[in-house]
């Protein structure tokens, strides 16, 4: 499959505006109780983070009734921030930092967690874990099926997303084995972190990355691989012994809700963190 990074992004494009389309719309809010609900905080943005908010949102109700939180579909980290400077929703959910223009644009990052960036295949593949050189091959070309002869059905993202990102990261090896199975023919390619979990579900034979929130809170089918001998959790990231991960922001501007805060209050009180330590995070002491 070839990559078309031009138009994943029309097609986030026009996802953002059918859905600030439909929440124009007279009684749109996404839940029955709107209508007596004094406040609505829209949330939106990276695809890999929104599960865990839906969940974040419920318990934040359960506190505030008069409060309907709304999580939209994915728009992706840049879209999501771009919503919140527009004003089209409250808060943004981020898997990269904010730039210095849109700080000066009066935009708050509040860093909320991390959370580990795994290894997954699909749940009858025999394996439990993988070697980092056998990722490397992989993504290389020199390893092309499983121990049982099961072809590999690697499903690679985009360049420039942040798994990409990540993976490049790890060596120059690494980024040069990611850099050719960009160029790679007949490989499957992922534009958003729901359909990347889609086809790593589907396909069997399957191989590619995933945040671990993303996997709990969507309860995916996957096999979660060990790397070199290391489970992927909370306690070895925050250990240190498992080092590969996704820092994950909770975004704030000018033109968002009074609400909003009581939300990110939420979200670092004693019962929003575990929230996020039951879907995967190592969670963060608040600051901006």
Request: charged share 20%; proline share 5%.
């Amino acid at each position: 499959m070839r990559e078309l990074t031009r138009s994943a992004a029309f097609s986030r494009f026009v996802l953002f505006f059918l859905i600030v389309f439909a929440s124009l719309l007279p009684g749109f809010d996404g839940r029955s109780d709107a209508a007596d609900a004094v406040e609505t905080i829209r949330i939106g943005g990276t695809g890999s983070a929104l599960a865990s908010m839906r969940l974040l949102g419920e318990a934040f109700q359960d506190r505030h009734p008069g409060i309907v939180v709304h999580v939209f579909p994915s728009l992706g980290s840049g879209g999501g921030i771009k919503a919140v400077q527009e004003g089209d929703i409250d808060i943004a959910v981020a898997s990269k930092k904010l730039s210095p223009a849109e700080k000066a644009k009066g935009l708050v990052a509040y860093e909320y967690g991390r959370t580990p960036l795994v290894f997954v295949t699909h749940k009858t593949n025999p394996l439990s874990d993988i070697t980092l050189k056998q990722v490397i091959d992989i993504y290389s070309g020199r390893m092309m099926s499983w121990p049982d002869n099961t072809p590999v059905r690697l499903v690679r993202r985009l360049a420039g997303e942040r798994a990409t990102h990540l993976l490049e990261g790890i060596s120059e090896e690494m980024k040069e084995a990611v850099l050719s199975a960009a160029v790679r023919p007949g490989l499957t390619v992922a534009v958003t972190d729901q359909e990347n979990a889609d086809l790593l579900e589907k396909l069997p034979g399957s191989f590619g990355v995933a945040p671990l929130c993303q996997l709990i809170s969507e309860n995916r089918g996957l096999k979660v691989l060990s790397l070199n001998g290391i489970r992927p959790g909370e306690k070895t990231l925050a250990g240190g012994s498992y080092r590969y991960d996704y820092d994950l922001y909770l975004v704030t501007g000018p033109r968002s809700s009074p609400a909003s805060g009581l939300f990110i209050d939420f979200v670092f009180s004693k019962a929003g963190q575990s929230v996020l330590t039951r879907t995967g995070y190592v969670t963060a002491a608040r600051h901006r």
